[in-house]
């Protein structure tokens, strides 16, 4: 069973604060790790990708992964209200399908 | 929503009824699923396609079916739709030779009464 874990939160954090936000996986073949984010009421959005060990910025997103330790974090610096959304997980093992972990909802407060 | 639609956007039926959901893109992707949605359990894979008239089973494909006879167009049927199928189904298209990120259509609400 490929799993996809993430705390479901709410993280709350003051504005322009950094979030940080975790995802353990337990298939050690997966490949491609990806961030979505997702408003109430919306569909997800993917915000990030990552493939190799290490960190990728991209404004004020940064997605580090640790293959050795099955781990993969998104940070957001600079945290809006408008950041304020569920995030989700997902991986790909290689195949053309993704597993989601169930999202870390994050509440940014003014 | 990367030239996804889907139709209808909110759908009320009736316990027993067969319902179809349609997803349509522009974007000449191979790949394209059918999720669900439901509070504690996050998006669930019901079925996917990889080419046309080429699908494949998710993790939830009991009751239901999908088809593929345009590259353009994945549809969803509930043969007989039930209270437990009540949800919302998001559609999501990828291109082929990975690393098969998704992007998603904007969902159907879907309520079986």
């Known amino acids: 069973q490929k799993e996809v874990e993430q705390n479901s939160g709410p993280l709350s954090v003051p504005e322009g604060a950094i979030a940080s936000l975790n995802c353990t996986y337990s298939d050690r073949g997966s490949q491609s790790f990806f961030w979505y984010r997702q408003y109430s009421g919306k569909s997800p959005e993917l915000i990030m990708s990552i493939y190799s060990n290490g960190d990728k910025e991209d404004g004020r997103f940064t997605a580090q992964l640790n293959k050795a330790s099955q781990y993969v974090s998104l940070l957001i610096r600079d945290s809006q209200p408008s950041d304020s959304a569920t995030y989700l997980c997902?991986?790909?093992?290689?195949?053309?399908?993704?597993?989601f972990g169930k999202g870390t909802m994050l509440l940014v407060s003014p | 929503d990367a030239g996804i639609t889907q139709s209808p956007r909110h759908k009320v039926t009736e316990t027993g009824t067969p319902v179809t959901l349609r997803c349509h893109q522009t974007?000449?992707?191979?790949?394209m699923y059918w999720y669900r949605q439901d509070p504690g359990h996050g998006l669930r894979l019901i079925h996917y396609?990889?080419?046309?008239?080429?699908?494949d089973k998710g993790e939830v494909s009991d009751g239901y079916s999908v088809s593929r006879s345009k590259t353009e167009d994945f549809l969803l049927t509930l043969e007989s739709a039930t209270s437990s199928q009540t949800s919302v189904y998001f559609c999501?298209?990828?291109?082929?030779?990975?690393?098969?990120?998704?992007?998603f259509g904007p969902g159907t609400r879907l309520t079986v009464l």
């Open positions: 997902a991986v790909n093992i290689g195949y053309s399908t993704l597993t």
């Open positions: 999501a298209i990828s291109d082929e030779g990975g690393p098969y990120e998704q992007f």
């Open positions: 974007e000449n992707h191979r790949y």
């Open positions: 396609s990889y080419g046309v008239k080429d699908t």
